[in-house]
């Protein structure tokens, strides 16, 4: 068997985000964390760690990590159905990435008495769908909501719904360009806001108004930001139903143009293997989506 | 002279985060972008541009860069000198770094108007605060706004005020782990939330209390889902004032310990040679921002 002081050592590392912190939550000194990792790098016989900071795992040592956060989840499962092993009932912690828009709205509201129920912490990962799968590949999380739906070797994906979005602006915004009604090539002279280069929503919205070419925008990678941007009039764009209810109920943003959402599809990848609790929060998700998701 | 065409190739590709949008901006075809950048390549010996999606500067790329804004920045100036020189009216750009929190809550508000009057757009990046002044020094961004006080080299910073930063939970948090009354060694053994490795806000708040040692924390890289977490209950943490003003006036979060807020402070780090609309920028973050910051 592995030496799990050593692995445990490198994970606390790595979520903890750096060797002090790690020595904090193990109860160790600082030097023995070291140690600890030194000691693992000198069995396997090359780096486990990215010496930035916070420190990264090395190739080698994701896939350590990867087999860690297997083995915990198993061990889980084990501790339930033996209940002596139970070890002081530290919590579990599941590594998820996700996309912004749906951490920004309905995550919390999903997850949050299940993870008080099940005594689970969330490492949560802000990711785009390409970058979160090839975590997920890299076995650096459990699991990972996001646009795509094929899913990666021993994991599983499972259609949860859509999100809506809906093209707003601020009523000042609208009475500036668009004072003599709407009118799509004009829209694409107006400055929009997009959330990041991989952000094709704005394009999409566009195109399907007939606009091909390229357009003004703002650069906003942050979700609430784009919000805030949108209600100060520094730009139109497309925002989840969800997160705008309230403006657009009390008209502090407006459709641009009536009725013309975009559904976005988001997908649940989870690993085949991944113990319990992780089928457990699938279940869930499957059965509760449908409150904040539009159906497929 | 520098042959421009090549440099606002480069600029392209970065800032709109690939080939094919940065021939659509510049009105070219996607050949003729990677003929300009191999020609600039060729001219300065070595690459530009790290070909990865979306494609990031080199080194002696990213010194380009930073000339290009600098000598867009002073073009703009001779324009309003010269306005025969105008070229079409293309808004400018002004690319800043900012922490998370700020871009969630004030920014837009402060910087709204502003843009639209100067017809700037802004490419946003989040960072903290030692990223954003990396990114400064690099030349990557015109400004930087952040917690840190030392200017780099040929900046200055300003100090604009202080976030106030309260530790919020949800009632059904409280009733769950404070029935009794507060208690800062109970706390220290519920689950908190904290945005990222270098979020050690959490960790100020419970040495401000006596407790020293680590604690349970989810881990969630975003504003908004920060304040969702702590919304579902799913843990305690600390959030902008600005940000829960209608969460705490309708009871749906609650301080957890009256009045013991942390304020940190905000510095606004700008070229010192940025030219008149960072100038101009600067000036209205200095006489505004004291409307969402509290005084230093």
């Known amino acids: 068997m592995f030496d799990y002081k050593l692995l445990a050592a490198l994970a606390a590392v790595v979520e903890q985000g750096g060797f002090e912190r790690a020595a904090q939550v193990l109860g160790l000194s600082q030097s023995a964390v070291s140690q600890r990792i030194k000691l693992l790098e000198a069995r396997v016989g090359q780096p486990v760690l990215v010496r930035i900071a916070p420190p990264g795992p090395t190739e080698v040592g994701r896939q350590l990590l990867n087999h860690v956060q297997q083995v915990r989840l198993l061990e889980r499962d084990l501790q ?100 003599q009604g709407f009118d799509a090539c004009r829209l694409a002279r107006t400055p929009a806001i997009v959330y990041g280069p991989d952000d094709f929503l704005q394009h999409r919205y566009l195109a399907s108004l007939g606009m091909q070419d390229g357009f003004l925008h703002h650069l906003c990678p942050s979700s609430e930001g784009f919000l805030r941007m949108t209600e100060a009039g520094l730009g139109w764009g497309l925002v989840p139903e969800l997160q705008a209810r309230e403006q657009l109920a009390s008209g502090q943003l407006v459709e641009i143009c009536s009725d013309t959402p975009i559904d976005v599809p988001l997908y649940w990848h989870h690993w085949r293997n991944g113990g319990q609790l992780l089928a457990q929060l699938t279940d869930h998700l499957r059965h509760s989506a449908h409150h904040w998701l539009v159906p497929l």
């Open 80 to 179: 339930r159905q033996v209940p002596a092993l139970e070890d002081g009932g530290m919590p579990e912690r599941l590594r998820i990435a996700l996309n912004a828009d749906s951490l920004a709205t309905w995550w919390a509201g999903a997850v949050g008495q299940f993870c008080a129920e099940h005594k689970v912490l969330t490492d949560l990962v802000v990711e785009d769908q390409e970058v979160g799968l090839k975590r997920m590949r890299a076995g650096d999380v459990a699991a990972c909501l996001c646009g795509s739906e094929r899913p990666v070797a021993g994991a599983r994906s499972l259609a949860l719904g859509a999100m809506r979005y809906r093209a707003l602006a601020s009523p000042a915004f609208m009475k500036q360009h668009f004072a």
